[in-house]
């Protein structure tokens, strides 16, 4: 398997054509005020053997060894051997709301995109736990099982939106429910819900649901998004945008559900959190996270990788003392004269 060990100097390459572009500027420069100093037959005859494409090709070479070496600085390596490891892990399912009630914009930019960024934050900070994902309305939907691919768990809640809810509401109790098809009957392990929501249910199932799942070893963890004070919920109608009212023509106030939230989180001796800064709530929540006992996993990965940073330096090194000697004239390939001031 082959990899960087620290990919992030890669993005040092992007300074190669920036470089590039600089000297084509200042070409161009040299060009104009050439220009000025007089005909350019005449400049011509005063510089007989410079040569424009010598500089050209002294520059691209230094590029080139500029992109061996931030790429030896990321250290490629290729794994040499693939054993089974044992590793703790505990099984940690999220569920997020998308009801209409979530875009309400009680909080900046509003509830729904809050509520997926704090969400992909987490799941950066859970990796090395098999994470599930829920989305849950009117109903609750599976968007991916118990799983160690946090690229595509990140893909999922970034398009997470009310349209892929097939009903409307916030049936906190299905969400709940459905974490039994997720978590194994037989695992003896204690597991983790992680419910992020407005918490907009005014149905007691809720509280019965979580204390069900606590008694299968389920903590339910509670996160509230948005505000006591509430907002209207913006809606597409005819294509623009208006707000959603009731039967009366009234706008509906949506309202975070502290109390119901909290509750939740008490029946399944969990916690509950008020989304506001995000850093520290993430620091929170993975904290009580680690107090859950966690089940030895079996995991196939390479334990031996061998790096290969040093062939890209060589290659480097050597382009840059074959840059050097290069002559920038027309008359012979090597200035040798150079020899003499190393």
């Not at 230094?62 to 490629?76: G, T, Y």
């Not at 691919?149 to 459905?178: H, M, W």
């Not at 907009?200 to 509230?224: L, M, P, R």
């Not at 959603?244 to 502290?258: E, M």
């Amino acid at each position: 398997m082959f990899r960087f060990e620290e990919g992030f100097y890669l993005y040092l390459i992007i300074f190669v054509p920036i470089l590039l572009g600089l000297f084509y500027f200042l070409v161009q420069w040299k060009k104009r005020r050439l220009q000025k100093f007089g005909d350019s037959e005449v400049v011509e005859r005063l510089l007989p053997e410079w040569s424009l494409n010598r500089e050209w090709l002294k520059t691209s070479m230094f590029s080139f060894a500029l992109i061996l070496m931030f790429i030896a600085l990321a250290n490629p390596q290729w794994g040499t051997r693939k054993q089974k490891v044992k590793a703790k892990s505990a099984d940690i399912v999220i569920a997020l709301d998308i009801s209409q009630s979530m875009l309400a914009t009680d909080i900046s930019p509003n509830r729904m995109e809050k509520a997926k960024r704090f969400t992909s934050q987490l799941i950066k900070n859970l990796k090395g736990e098999r994470l599930g994902l829920i989305f849950f309305a009117g109903s609750a939907y599976l968007q991916m099982p118990l799983t160690a691919d946090y690229a595509a768990t990140e893909l999922f809640i970034k398009s997470a939106n009310p349209r892929q809810a097939g009903t409307q509401g916030t049936v906190i109790a299905d969400a709940i429910n459905l974490t039994k098809n997720i978590f194994s009957n037989d695992n003896p392990y204690q597991k983790a819900l992680i419910l992020i929501t407005d918490g907009e249910n005014h149905e007691s199932e809720a509280i019965v649901a979580a204390k069900e799942a606590a008694k299968d070893g389920t903590f339910v963890f509670c996160i509230g998004v948005g505000s006591q004070e509430g907002s209207a919920v913006p809606i597409i109608q005819n294509g623009r945008e208006v707000y959603k009212k009731d039967k009366q023509g009234n706008p509906v106030l949506s309202k975070l559900n502290v109390t119901l939230l909290q509750d939740i989180a008490d029946a399944a001796n969990g916690q509950f959190y008020l989304l506001d800064d995000g850093f520290s709530l993430t620091r929170k929540i993975v904290n009580d996270l680690a107090k859950i006992e966690k089940q030895e996993v079996e995991q196939r990965s390479f334990t031996d990788y061998n790096s290969y940073f040093q062939y890209f330096l060589i290659i480097a090194f050597l382009t840059l003392l074959f840059e050097y000697f290069i002559s920038n004239k027309k008359t012979g390939l090597f200035d040798f004269n150079k020899w003499f001031n190393l």
